[in-house]
């Protein structure tokens, strides 16, 4: 058998680093699916999976932040009439 | 302690819902952090992650899908000029 050639190593190198980007894209993909399959079942039982995202998005923000975003939000609603 | 009323229970289970959203974000989040970690690797040793992310892309599709799409885009670059 040959040894592998320099160019083979770097070869395999790439593959190598692909292939993990690959594997990691499809656990993000099996994630992102049960995050869908919670929201289907959050739905199933009456909740409105569009209100909870919005939840959740509100969660993630620092209480500070959520309240100075909820504050211009009310001035641009009274602003276009959405009262 | 009282009994837990109906809406006590909803609210627990809204909350359980959030929550396990939340955590499965977490986890999304951490996969991503970790492909980008894998190309910040390839970067280091020399590759251009900008064309890894396109090998990836491209390994993603069927064959035929992709010799369409790879004929589609000479014939753009044709049209373009794009010697």
């Known amino acids: 058998m040959a040894e592998p050639t320099d160019a083979n190593d770097t070869d395999q190198r790439l593959r190598l680093l ?15 699916d049960d995050i ?5 079942e959050a739905k199933a039982v009456g909740y409105d999976a569009k209100i909870m995202r919005q939840i959740v998005r509100l969660r993630k923000m620092k209480p500070d932040d959520r309240r100075e975003m909820e504050a211009i939000l009310d001035t641009y609603k009274s602003a276009l009439g959405l009262g």
Do not use: M, P, S
């Open 36 to 40: 869908r399959d919670v929201y289907a």
């Open 18 to 32: 692909i292939e993990r980007v690959e594997r990691l894209e499809e656990e993000k993909k099996g994630t992102a």
